[in-house]
């Protein structure tokens, strides 16, 4: 059932202060992570009452529904943050307004987005989606490929690279959601040597924003507890 207006407000306020809890007990600077309010299947009235308390920066994972939300609420107030899978067709309706990529796996797409970002828009922010756990059912490029994808990328104007995302396989053991991130971090880290724009690290949702927190999150997408259960599509 979804939030209603003061709800999502209160939620807010929760969220940011579990963050900023987690950020002092593994000794992080608050300030330097951000909460993306996961929107996908959410109505642009809840989208507003998080804007309203502040939250400026939405994921949205299917892009039909998140070009029209777009093209509702405009981009003046917000930061829109694509963080789905991404087919090749649907390449230029994303890059042509949204502000951030998450998803980026492989070279076809990135090609196809760089192609399609227009001429009077910065370049495109992205992040290269690792499958840090060779799961068959997820996207994102094998953690062994990812420099090669990496250089692909810079080669486009039109991208800037920022870093890795990681969606690990579900873990209820503290130890072993650690161990995932911790790799993501040490791929982060890795291209963070060759490549100066790379400074993010997109990872951790409710269920494991504790350890995304310790193991470096920059960016944490949080949905559910912000906006109530999603709807089905």
Same mark, same amino acid.
């Given at each position: 059932?979804?939030?209603?207006t003061n709800e999502?407000?209160?939620?807010?306020?929760?969220?940011?202060? %579990?963050?900023?809890?987690?950020?002092?007990?593994? %000794?992080?600077?608050? %300030?330097?992570?951000?909460?993306?309010? *996961?929107?996908?299947?959410?109505?642009?009235?809840?989208?507003?009452?998080a804007s309203a308390s502040g939250q400026i920066a939405f994921g949205e994972n299917y892009p %039909?529904?998140?070009?029209?939300?777009?093209?509702? @609420?405009?981009?003046?107030?917000?930061?829109? &943050?694509?963080?789905?899978?991404?087919?090749?067709?649907k390449a230029a309706g994303i890059t042509q307004h !949204?502000?951030?990529? &998450?998803? *980026?796996d492989r070279l076809k797409v990135a090609s196809r987005l760089a192609m399609s970002r227009p001429a009077?828009?910065?370049?495109?922010?992205?992040?290269?989606?690792?499958?840090?756990?060779?799961?068959?059912?997820?996207s994102g490029v094998a953690p062994e490929q990812i420099l090669e994808l990496a250089e692909q990328c810079a080669q486009f104007e039109?991208?800037? @690279?920022?870093?890795?995302?990681?969606?690990?396989?579900?873990?209820t053991d503290f130890k072993l959601q650690r161990?995932? !991130?911790?790799?993501?971090?040490e791929l982060q880290e890795s291209l963070k040597q060759q490549f100066p724009t790379v400074d993010t690290l997109s990872m951790g949702m409710s269920a494991d924003l504790e350890a995304a927190i310790a193991e470096g999150a920059t960016i *944490?997408?949080?949905?559910?507890?912000? !906006?109530?259960?999603?709807?089905?599509?």
């Open positions: 059932m979804s939030n209603s999502i407000s209160e939620a807010l306020k929760t969220v940011r202060t %579990d963050i900023t809890r987690l950020a002092e007990k593994y %000794d992080r600077d608050p %300030d330097t992570i951000n909460l993306l309010a *996961v929107s996908k299947t959410k109505p642009v009235e809840q989208i507003k009452a %039909d529904e998140g070009v029209e939300k777009i093209g509702v @609420l405009g981009k003046e107030s917000f930061e829109w &943050h694509f963080i789905g899978a991404i087919q090749s067709r !949204f502000d951030w990529v &998450h998803s *980026v009077n828009l910065p370049a495109l922010q992205i992040c290269l989606q690792v499958n840090i756990d060779n799961e068959p059912s997820k039109q991208l800037n @690279l920022r870093g890795v995302m990681a969606i690990p396989k579900p873990q161990d995932a !991130f911790r790799r993501v971090r *944490v997408r949080v949905g559910t507890a912000i !906006f109530g259960a999603r709807a089905t599509r």
